[in-house]
């Protein structure tokens, strides 16, 4: 049986689980005293813990020892997204933490028809977090909102490669198997990009890169992209 890993805000020798992460313990995993569990801090470490008391709205975990996490990513991937309508951006957030992004920016751009406020992205990252959990990674990416594409597009500045998908590019400008060290990914919302837009990606640093003759829904396209591009990095190997 897996060991259940919970977030906290900072390790010390007696560390309390509160909140949210106190009350799926306590109230849906029935944990008690004498419970292992696995403790992360966003470090990269897991720190090994034995619940020793319970409180009101807090238990309190021995923490017994810790070790670097071998479930995190080697390489950093920056994936953007722009906002899909309904639960979709969950979706697409959900599954690039299971492959190893390290972080997630969701922007708004010319085509956008969906909106983003403080609890849809408060929401994001607890997506994140549960994600993370469930297939046992010891960080959760980072998700950030960007108002517009240009600041999205500021944001991966020093990333080594900067892939922009464009559904009405007739080629890629590089080759993804060839692919090393950090890199960032942009894919659009439902109704994709503009031209004005992908000569802003390029202007940003950023290459073009097709995903076939088939035109995917923007989650698809983000979930494939992500997957080839950690493949060609070794992350999926």
């Given at each position: 049986?897996?060991?259940r890993h919970f977030f906290v805000r900072s390790?010390?020798?007696?560390?309390?689980?509160?909140?949210?992460?106190?009350?799926?313990?306590?109230?849906?995993?029935?944990?008690?005293?004498?419970?292992?569990?696995?403790?992360?801090?966003?470090?990269?470490?897991?720190?090994?813990?034995?619940?020793?008391?319970?409180?009101?709205?807090?238990?309190?975990?021995?923490?017994?020892?810790?070790?670097?996490?071998?479930?995190?990513?080697?390489?950093?991937?920056?994936?953007?997204?722009?906002?899909?309508?309904?639960?979709?951006?969950?979706?697409?957030?959900?599954?690039?933490?299971?492959?190893?992004?390290?972080?997630?920016?969701?922007?708004?751009?010319?085509?956008?028809?969906?909106?983003?406020?403080?609890?849809?992205?408060?929401?994001l990252q607890k997506v994140a977090r549960e994600?993370?959990?469930?297939?046992?990674?010891?960080?959760?990416?980072?998700?950030?909102?960007?108002?517009?594409?240009?600041?999205?597009?500021?944001?991966?500045?020093?990333?080594?490669?900067?892939?922009?998908?464009?559904?009405?590019?007739?080629?890629?400008?590089?080759?993804?198997?060839?692919?090393?060290?950090?890199?960032?990914?942009?894919?659009?919302?439902?109704?994709?990009?503009?031209?004005?837009?992908?000569?802003?990606?390029?202007?940003?640093?950023?290459?073009?890169?097709?995903?076939?003759?088939?035109?995917?829904?923007?989650?698809?396209?983000?979930?494939?992209?992500?997957?080839?591009?950690?493949?060609?990095?070794?992350?999926?190997?």
């Open positions: 049986m897996t060991v390790i010390s020798p007696e560390t309390a689980l509160t909140g949210e992460e106190y009350a799926h313990a306590k109230n849906v995993l029935r944990l008690g005293v004498g419970d292992e569990i696995v403790l992360l801090d966003g470090s990269g470490r897991e720190y090994d813990a034995v619940v020793c008391r319970a409180e009101k709205g807090a238990l309190f975990c021995h923490v017994t020892g810790s070790r670097p996490s071998d479930k995190e990513p080697r390489t950093r991937v920056r994936l953007l997204i722009g906002a899909l309508k309904g639960d979709k951006t969950e979706f697409a957030v959900q599954k690039a933490t299971e492959l190893g992004v390290a972080e997630i920016g969701v922007f708004c751009s010319r085509y956008s028809s969906a909106y983003m406020n403080e609890n849809k992205l408060e929401r994600a993370a959990k469930q297939c046992l990674r010891a960080c959760a990416p980072a998700v950030t909102y960007h108002a517009d594409l240009a600041s999205a597009l500021a944001s991966c500045e020093g990333y080594a490669n900067k892939l922009f998908a464009c559904e009405f590019a007739e080629k890629s400008d590089v080759s993804l198997a060839s692919l090393k060290a950090d890199t960032a990914l942009a894919v659009g919302s439902e109704g994709g990009f503009t031209e004005e837009e992908f000569a802003a990606a390029r202007a940003a640093g950023f290459a073009g890169v097709t995903l076939g003759r088939r035109i995917l829904r923007a989650e698809t396209a983000a979930i494939a992209l992500t997957s080839v591009v950690m493949f060609a990095l070794g992350e999926l190997g």
